[in-house]
């Protein structure tokens, strides 16, 4: 139920306590018209007192509904952004397992470089080249395996 459904089912509520007591006012008045006007004023305080806490408790279930209300919301952002931590922290993995990826491939190329040259001629270019795709090949297949 929402907050402006309980809110209207409770003003609501709160009318007809309102109207009851002034209903209730005029009963005690006319049960009571020939007896002791302290005891009328007695009653008459008494009763709007016990009006006035029940009006008082009614709107503060309202009051309480709200919160309870405010407090779910809360939590399901709070829920909903504990996912979305979760989905960045999955992300947060799979770039570092890419970027360890990356820095693995460019050892063996520096390996490669450092074992064969750069190379002064295209063939030799060429060579290196070569060399760098089959290393490349044989540590690419090991890290897809690893996946």
Do not use: C, W
Not at 8 to 31: D, E, H, Q, S
Not at 48 to 65: D, E
Not at 95 to 110: C, G, N, Y
């Amino acid at each position: 139920m929402s907050y402006r459904n309980d809110r209207t089912k409770y003003i609501f509520l709160a009318r007809i306590f309102v109207l009851v007591a002034f209903i209730g006012v005029g009963i005690l008045i006319f049960t009571n018209v020939g007896h002791d006007p302290s005891q009328i004023a007695f009653s008459l305080i008494a009763y709007v007192i016990s009006v006035a806490a029940l009006i008082m408790t009614t709107l503060q279930s309202l009051s309480i509904s709200r919160q309870v209300q405010t407090t779910e919301r809360a939590a399901r952002l709070v829920h909903e952004t504990a996912e979305q931590l979760k989905a960045l922290v999955a992300e947060d993995h799979r770039l570092e397992r890419e970027i360890r990826q990356d820095i693995r491939l460019d050892h063996e190329i520096i390996t490669i470089l450092e074992e064969h040259g750069v190379g002064d001629s295209d063939t030799e270019r060429h060579q290196v080249a070569t060399r760098i795709a089959q290393r490349l090949n044989s540590t690419t297949g090991s890290i897809e395996k690893r996946r």
